[in-house]
């Protein structure tokens, strides 16, 4: 297994063993949504390292989250595929010119998702993480 994801698996584990595991994920998202939103603000200062490391922290999260997906049904199944479509977008947007609006598109859906496992786990939704995406611009 690569570092990325074992630093992955950990990082879901560790969240796992101290809440809830739908807690654990809601602030996995949370935690992805703000790597995304430092990305943008790096890519605004022409920060290319800094916006790197910010989308491999989120498509880190992504990848333990998808492999964490318990399941072989088809809700399993498309759980999987839009974490995986998630992370190639993320990273094909990288160094575009037109990255600060891919990544906010792909935020939009995240918090989406977040949202969803929010209510299912409890949890208020969020809505000012998109929008602390957009301050500075």
């Known amino acids: 297994m690569s570092l990325a994801r074992d630093a992955a698996f ?3 584990r560790s969240a796992a063993a101290a809440v809830h595991p739908r807690v654990a994920v809601v ?3 949370d935690v992805a949504l703000r790597a995304i939103r430092e ?3 790096a890519s605004r200062a022409r920060r290319i390292e800094d ?3 910010a989308i491999n922290k989120a498509s880190q999260i992504l990848r333990g989250l998808s492999s964490n997906v318990v399941g072989d049904d088809d809700l399993a199944a498309t759980l999987r595929q839009v974490y995986l479509a998630n992370l190639l977008a993320l990273h094909s947007a990288f160094g575009k010119p037109d990255c600060e609006r891919r990544y906010m598109v792909i935020a939009a859906g995240l ?3 977040r949202n969803a496992w929010a209510v299912v786990a409890g949890m208020p939704p969020a809505s000012d993480l998109i929008a602390m995406t957009t301050s500075n611009g």
């Open 51 to 53: 916006a790197y490391i």
């Open 10 to 12: 950990a990082a879901y």
């Open 111 to 113: 918090l989406e998702l």
């Open 39 to 41: 990305a943008i603000t």
């Open 27 to 29: 602030r996995l998202y």
